[in-house]
């Protein structure tokens, strides 16, 4: 199971692996990109973990080496925590590898060039724009035509059309990409 | 001077004017004594420790506290209904405002503090400068007398040498204190120093003195009886500061060599007996360039005074207590401290971001022990931190054979810290106690500003570490994180991570 930290500024890859009731780590620091530093060999720790009080106290030790932690998640939350651990106080945040993919699969639609995809097979039968030109939000790009229904095309947000990528005539299926918008 | 004995019985029963680590600092020295105790609580202090040590509590009303413990007629009528004998007021709300020590003279009680004409005289800036000056001792040079307008700020400021400081004559804390550098900068600064004041203290006038670069804060605990006695215990460091709020308190100040520390105690006794103090109080100095100058003093015991009592091996609350009793003090002139002491203040203010004030509920603390560990404390699993009241929920006191010893073992204690569910100034403290100028003695009242510490990479991984294994076994218990290769079940039978981890919240 691979879990990715942000600790303060710094962002960890952490793979968990359950052996015999033992649980064994792996972390490696990762770049601005997601990628793991080069040069830095991870090494697999022995992890040992327990509840104290059930107030927040923790018991982890890491091969030999012993840490009294503190861990508060904030307001409920099961991504943010707050680590307590030798007078320091390190707010986090974690994803699973799920997580981690929708989460980057929303970034992507939040900031990033958009690309539409056809939602049913169809021919495309016009193109209302060129590429270059700055749209509005709901505006029709091209007209699909499927079981005889000929379907307007929209763009989601208002943006500039990046690359049209079919023509009139062209005979697409289901998911095939359209066109991309990059959104203003 | 009403209501103050010479050599009368014992107080028998004190009210406790005030909340929280005070409160119950005051409460243990009265216990250890005998005297019985009155708590008084503002609705959200209901549960309060305080509260609970004392041997009556009475409320004196909802959370403001304007009208709670500032509220004067009900403090002075809970006192009344258990017939407490005296009052102590601690430091905050009521302790220097010389018309409630008044107030609690006129109805027949014992105020454990000066007498309200001393704190009258030490109030006002400029009459305590002009006693300073009367009494000989050092004050930085200036006026003792408010400017009218601009145009004679700037004659007088040129008289004094740039860059001076406008001042607020009724003011503390910091606010109507403007540093100019020259005259064109003059005009403008007189303005909003003066305006500052107006609203802040209802009392527009304005002084000016030299402005005193990159000073030290060094201040003086005394102590007086009814009898004639004033005795200084010591100095404090308490230059690790910002806006005027101090971080990390110490004592013996490590810049002052035992012929300047003579005779900035002089000079502190000289400054109380000039306006008649009787009790405990602090004159506070600025430290600079080898030279010190009065600053203010502080008619009332000091949040600050555990370290003092550390290293004097005194109790300043129970002299607090016999001296206003009317006994004569059992403290000495010329103590001499036995090693090192030092404080750090553990306030619910987030130094990450701008010191903003944090609020919630503390469900998870850990306080630390230990041979000469010393925490003075008001706080309890489930005690609420509200934005009614002063931010500082504990001090930590560390004392030491020298001052290397008193840092290092200080550091232990806030390693065993946690206050967890508010965020709070423990981590920077540590911060400022590892760093190399501070070690080194070498530090002024600008420390604090600009003062960052490179993050702590080894122990960076060590979190991300067990965040995760927090996740993946006892995070797997909440509902939110429901993917069954993450449960530690899997391995037949309950494992030990999850018995353990039943029943968190």
Same mark, same amino acid.
Not at chain 1, 173 to 178: D, E, N, Q
Not at chain 2, 109 to 126: N, Q, T, V, Y
Not at chain 2, 275 to 282: C, L, Q
Not at chain 2, 470 to 489: E, F, I, K, M
């Given at each position: 199971?691979?879990?990715?930290?942000?600790?303060?500024?710094?962002?960890?890859?952490? %793979?968990?692996? /359950?052996?015999?009731?033992?649980?064994? +780590?792996? !972390?490696?620091?990762?770049? $601005? =990109?997601? #990628?793991?530093?080069?040069?830095?060999?991870?090494?697999?720790?022995?992890?040992?973990?327990?509840?104290?009080?059930?107030?927040?106290?923790? %018991?982890?030790? /890491?091969?030999?080496?012993?840490?009294? +932690?503190? !861990?508060?998640?904030?307001? $409920? =939350?099961? #991504?943010?925590?707050?680590?307590?651990?030798?007078?320091?106080?390190?707010?986090?945040?974690?994803?699973?590898?799920?997580?981690?993919?929708?989460?980057?699969?929303?970034?992507?639609?939040?900031?990033?060039?958009?690309?539409?995809?056809?939602?049913?097979?169809?021919?495309?039968?016009?193109?209302?724009?060129?590429?270059?030109?700055?749209?509005?939000?709901?505006?029709?790009?091209?007209?699909?035509?499927?079981?005889?229904?000929?379907?307007?095309?929209?763009?989601?947000?208002?943006?500039?059309?990046?690359?049209?990528?079919?023509?009139?005539?062209?005979?697409?299926?289901?998911?095939?990409?359209?066109?991309?918008?990059?959104?203003? | 001077?009403?209501?103050?004995?010479?050599?009368?019985?014992?107080?028998?029963?004190?009210?406790?004017?005030?909340?929280?680590?005070?409160?119950?600092?005051?409460?243990?020295?009265?216990?250890?004594?005998?005297?019985?105790?009155?708590?008084?609580?503002?609705?959200?202090?209901?549960?309060?420790?305080?509260?609970?040590?004392?041997?009556?509590?009475?409320?004196?009303?909802?959370?403001?506290?304007?009208?709670?413990?500032?509220?004067?007629?009900?403090?002075?009528?809970?006192?009344?209904?258990?017939?407490?004998?005296?009052?102590?007021?601690?430091?905050?709300?009521?302790?220097?405002?010389?018309?409630?020590?008044?107030?609690?003279?006129?109805?027949?009680?014992?105020?454990?503090?000066?007498?309200?004409?001393?704190?009258?005289?030490?109030?006002?800036?400029?009459?305590?400068?002009?006693?300073?000056?009367?009494?000989?001792?050092?004050?930085?040079?200036?006026?003792?007398?408010?400017?009218?307008?601009?145009?004679?700020?700037?004659?007088?400021?040129?008289?004094?040498?740039?860059?001076?400081?406008?001042?607020?004559?009724?003011?503390?804390?910091?606010?109507?204190?403007?540093?100019?550098?020259?005259?064109?900068?003059?005009?403008?600064?007189?303005?909003?120093?003066?305006?500052?004041?107006?609203?802040?203290?209802?009392?527009?006038?304005?002084?000016?003195?030299?402005?005193?670069?990159?000073?030290?804060?060094?201040?003086?605990?005394?102590?007086?009886?009814?009898?004639?006695?004033?005795?200084?215990?010591?100095?404090?460091?308490?230059?690790?500061?910002?806006?005027?709020?101090?971080?990390?308190?110490?004592?013996?100040?490590?810049?002052?060599?035992?012929?300047?520390?003579?005779?900035?105690?002089?000079?502190?006794?000289?400054?109380?007996?000039?306006?008649?103090?009787?009790?405990?109080?602090?004159?506070?100095?600025?430290?600079?360039?080898?030279?010190?100058?009065?600053?203010?003093?502080?008619?009332?015991?000091?949040?600050?005074?555990?370290?003092?009592?550390?290293?004097?091996?005194?109790?300043?609350?129970?002299?607090?207590?016999?001296?206003?009793?009317?006994?004569?003090?059992?403290?000495?002139?010329?103590?001499?401290?036995?090693?090192?002491?030092?404080?750090?203040?553990?306030?619910?203010?987030?130094?990450?971001?701008?010191?903003?004030?944090?609020?919630?509920?503390?469900?998870?603390?850990?306080?630390?022990?230990?041979?000469?560990?010393?925490?003075?404390?008001?706080?309890?699993?489930?005690?609420?931190?509200?934005?009614?009241?002063?931010?500082?929920?504990?001090?930590?006191?560390?004392?030491?054979?020298?001052?290397?010893?008193?840092?290092?073992?200080?550091?232990?204690?806030?390693?065993?810290?946690?206050?967890?569910?508010?965020?709070?100034?423990?981590?920077?403290?540590?911060?400022?106690?590892?760093?190399?100028?501070?070690?080194?003695?070498?530090?002024?009242?600008?420390?604090?500003?600009?003062?960052?510490?490179?993050?702590?990479?080894?122990?960076?991984?060590?979190?991300?570490?067990?965040?995760?294994?927090?996740?993946?076994?006892?995070?797997?218990?909440?509902?939110?994180?429901?993917?069954?290769?993450?449960?530690?079940?899997?391995?037949?039978?309950?494992?030990?991570?999850?018995?353990?981890?039943?029943?968190?919240?």
């Amino acid at each position: 199971m691979k879990y990715f930290v942000k600790v303060r500024e710094r962002e960890f890859e952490v %793979s968990l692996e /359950d052996r015999a009731g033992e649980v064994f +780590a792996m !972390i490696r620091r990762l770049d $601005g =990109s997601g #990628s793991p530093v080069e040069g830095e060999t991870a090494r697999e720790r022995r992890v040992s973990y327990a509840e104290v009080d059930g107030l927040g106290q923790y %018991s982890i030790l /890491d091969g030999t080496r012993s840490w009294a +932690a503190s !861990i508060e998640a904030a307001r $409920g =939350s099961n #991504s943010e925590f707050n680590v307590g651990l030798a007078g320091e106080n390190f707010p986090i945040s974690i994803e699973n590898e799920r997580e981690r993919a929708a989460h980057a699969a929303e970034r992507r639609v939040a900031t990033g060039p958009r690309t539409v995809t056809a939602a049913m097979p169809g021919i495309v039968i016009s193109v209302l724009v060129r590429e270059g030109d700055a749209v509005e939000k709901d505006a029709a790009i091209l007209i699909l035509e499927a079981m005889k229904m000929q379907n307007e095309v929209r763009t989601e947000s208002a943006g500039i059309v990046k690359k049209l990528l079919v023509e009139p005539g062209k005979t697409v299926a289901a998911g095939h990409p359209l066109f991309i918008v990059t959104p203003q | 001077m009403r209501g103050r004995r010479i050599g009368g019985p014992m107080i028998k029963k004190v009210l406790i004017a005030n909340r929280g680590e005070i409160a119950l600092r005051v409460i243990r020295a009265c216990r250890e004594m005998g005297i019985a105790t009155v708590a008084i609580y503002s609705d959200p202090d209901r549960t309060a420790l305080h509260v609970r040590m004392a041997d009556e509590a009475v409320r004196v009303g909802p959370p403001p506290p304007s009208q709670s413990y500032l509220n004067v007629e009900a403090i002075l009528d809970a006192a009344k209904r258990t017939g407490a004998d005296a009052v102590h007021p601690g430091y905050g709300f009521l302790s220097e405002k010389a018309s409630f020590s008044q107030a609690v003279a006129d109805a027949k009680l014992i105020f454990i503090g000066p007498p309200a004409s001393a704190m009258r005289a030490m109030g006002d800036k400029l009459s305590s400068r002009s006693a300073m000056v009367a009494a000989r001792v050092p004050v930085v040079p200036g006026l003792t007398t408010p400017v009218a307008d601009a145009e004679a700020a700037i004659r007088e400021a040129v008289k004094i040498g740039f860059p001076v400081a406008l001042k607020a004559a009724g003011g503390g804390g910091g606010k109507g204190i403007r540093m100019v550098r020259d005259e064109r900068e003059l005009p403008a600064a007189f303005r909003t120093a003066s305006g500052e004041a107006q609203s802040a203290f209802n009392d527009p006038r304005i002084y000016i003195e030299r402005y005193l670069d990159h000073p030290r804060h060094i201040e003086v605990q005394i102590m007086g009886d009814a009898h004639g006695s004033v005795v200084a215990v010591g100095e404090r460091e308490c230059s690790i500061q910002r806006r005027h709020q101090k971080l990390v308190e110490e004592t013996p100040s490590p810049i002052l060599d035992p012929t300047n520390r003579e005779a900035m105690q002089q000079c502190a006794v000289q400054a109380a007996r000039a306006v008649g103090y009787t009790n405990a109080g602090t004159v506070e100095f600025l430290w600079s360039n080898g030279k010190f100058y009065f600053l203010e003093m502080n008619c009332r015991l000091q949040v600050e005074h555990p370290v003092t009592e550390m290293a004097y091996g005194c109790d300043l609350v129970r002299e607090q207590l016999r001296v206003a009793s009317g006994e004569k003090l059992s403290l000495r002139a010329s103590m001499r401290p036995r090693g090192h002491a030092i404080e750090v203040r553990v306030n619910a203010e987030d130094p990450e971001r701008n010191f903003i004030p944090s609020i919630g509920t503390i469900r998870n603390l850990r306080l630390p022990a230990g041979p000469n560990v010393r925490v003075d404390s008001g706080l309890y699993r489930g005690y609420e931190v509200t934005p009614y009241y002063d931010s500082l929920l504990a001090k930590i006191i560390a004392w030491g054979a020298d001052r290397a010893q008193a840092i290092a073992r200080l550091d232990r204690a806030l390693c065993e810290l946690h206050v967890g569910g508010v965020k709070t100034t423990a981590p920077l403290a540590l911060r400022v106690l590892r760093d190399a100028r501070f070690r080194a003695g070498d530090f002024d009242t600008h420390f604090l500003e600009g003062f960052t510490v490179a993050p702590d990479r080894e122990r960076e991984e060590v979190v991300a570490m067990l965040a995760a294994v927090h996740r993946h076994l006892g995070g797997s218990r909440s509902a939110l994180a429901a993917a069954p290769q993450s449960d530690a079940n899997n391995h037949g039978g309950p494992s030990r991570w999850a018995a353990s981890s039943r029943g968190r919240r």
